[in-house]
């Protein structure tokens, strides 16, 4: 399925670990740089921005293909303007092919296929279901799922993590009011069944390219959980998909249930990503934590904004003094201290690399046997035969 060289894959794991070394102080630079040079690898780019001046570049080379092809069509008049969508995803898809045939990953002008195609297949179902928004959602997440498949795009899963929420909304919609009711705690469910699905096969993952797809979701399960019983997020969706009027006075079914919920997640979160010392867990914590202190303020002003925001961060900045005052002689653990080594994998054999780097070897290529055969007497006398 995938359509990448599974060895240039595990090269590129390989060198983001020496990167990761060579930050942590384990090797110098010119050993990550002869390691770089013995190891192939994919048509890449690191550098953020200029991923996106090239993803504007695929995206104009993009546009000029569909609109030669829209030149070509316009003779059809009605007929190509059903199906010009359904093109245009093609043309995606066959662009993102040829990329990745030619080794382009993550570079730019493959993310502009990617994702173009994946957005003209949602448009083309749009236009033919006339906005049937479940059908749209999920060719949307099929396609944008394929595409995490095949190229291991993990912008193209984190639309299909969207498009299948999106799915599990519309389709409880399909049953009325009972479905726009349930619909808090059917998400609840649904991301805490995912988030330990992807949690356990996080665990007993044997190959690391699947390693930040399944961490994207695994975080995108965190945050859909929390949001899933906010109170804000329901009481509003209940006035918006519901018609509910809440009278002063008056409230949302459940509202302690909802209440305590937003109040007590974050709190778990934080526990859970100190003891686990779960980065990515850590600041989602921190993220609800504020959600959290809005969405209570939201509907009840206990003292005027400046007021709230000094007091605010009076208590953030003696909680940040202790902790660092507490935690920075700490050498093990929960510490104040920079990590070495802060994108660390148990996947990831360092040794191999330091050994690559040292001799120059390609991990992946077996030693030749040594020419010298101990089995008999035939080189110097040094076998278990009788002859010289």
């Given at each position: ?16 670990e020496?990167?990761s ?31 996106f ?37 093609a ?49 949307v997440?099929?396609?944008?799922f ?34 726009k ?47 899933s ?12 998909l ?60 206990v ?26 002689e ?24 330091i ?27 040094g076998?278990?035969?009788g002859?010289?």
């Amino acid at each position: 399925m995938i359509v990448h060289d599974k060895n240039l894959l595990d090269n590129e794991a390989l060198l983001e670990e020496a990167n990761s070394l060579q930050s942590g102080g384990f090797i110098s630079k010119e050993q990550n740089n002869l390691i770089k040079k013995e190891l192939p690898a994919f048509r890449s780019q690191g550098n953020i921005l200029v991923r996106f001046g090239f993803f504007l570049l695929g995206s104009f080379l993009y546009s000029s293909i569909c609109g030669a092809f829209s030149l070509i069509g316009m003779a059809g008049e009605d007929f190509y303007f059903k199906i010009c969508c359904y093109i245009f995803a093609a043309v995606g898809f066959g662009g993102a092919e040829l990329l990745a045939n030619q080794n382009y990953r993550n570079h730019g002008l493959d993310d502009a296929f990617i994702l173009g195609a994946i957005l003209n297949l949602g448009f083309a179902v749009a236009f033919t279901t006339d906005g049937y928004e479940l059908v749209i959602a999920v060719f949307v997440a099929v396609a944008s799922f394929f595409m995490y498949r095949r190229y291991l795009h993990i912008m193209a899963l984190a639309v299909f993590c969207l498009a299948s929420s999106a799915i599990l909304f519309y389709g409880l919609f399909e049953f009325g009011a009972i479905g726009k009711t349930i619909l808090p705690f059917v998400t609840m469910l649904f991301s805490a069944v995912f988030y330990f699905f992807t949690k356990k096969t996080i665990h007993n993952l044997t190959e690391i390219y699947y390693y930040n797809g399944l961490l994207l979701v695994n975080s995108f399960c965190l945050i859909l959980f929390y949001l899933s019983c906010n109170y804000l997020v329901v009481r509003e969706l209940s006035v918006l998909l519901l018609g509910n009027e809440i009278l002063p006075g008056t409230d949302i079914p459940f509202a302690v249930f909802f209440y305590a919920f937003t109040l007590i997640v974050p709190i778990v979160y934080l526990v859970q990503a100190l003891k686990t010392k779960d980065r990515i867990m850590l600041w989602i914590s921190f993220l609800a934590i504020g959600f959290s202190i809005y969405t209570i303020r939201f509907y009840y002003s206990v003292l005027p904004i400046e007021v709230a925001l000094t007091l605010g961060g009076a208590i953030l900045f003696a909680i940040a003094y202790f902790s660092i005052k507490k935690l920075k002689e700490k050498d093990s653990g929960l510490t104040f201290r920079p990590d070495r080594i802060n994108n660390s994998s148990a996947f990831l054999n360092a040794e191999a690399l330091i050994v690559a780097s040292t001799f120059g070897l390609k991990p992946e290529v077996k030693p030749q046997s040594s020419p010298m055969d101990f089995g008999g007497g035939g080189f110097s006398g040094g076998g278990s035969g009788g002859s010289f």
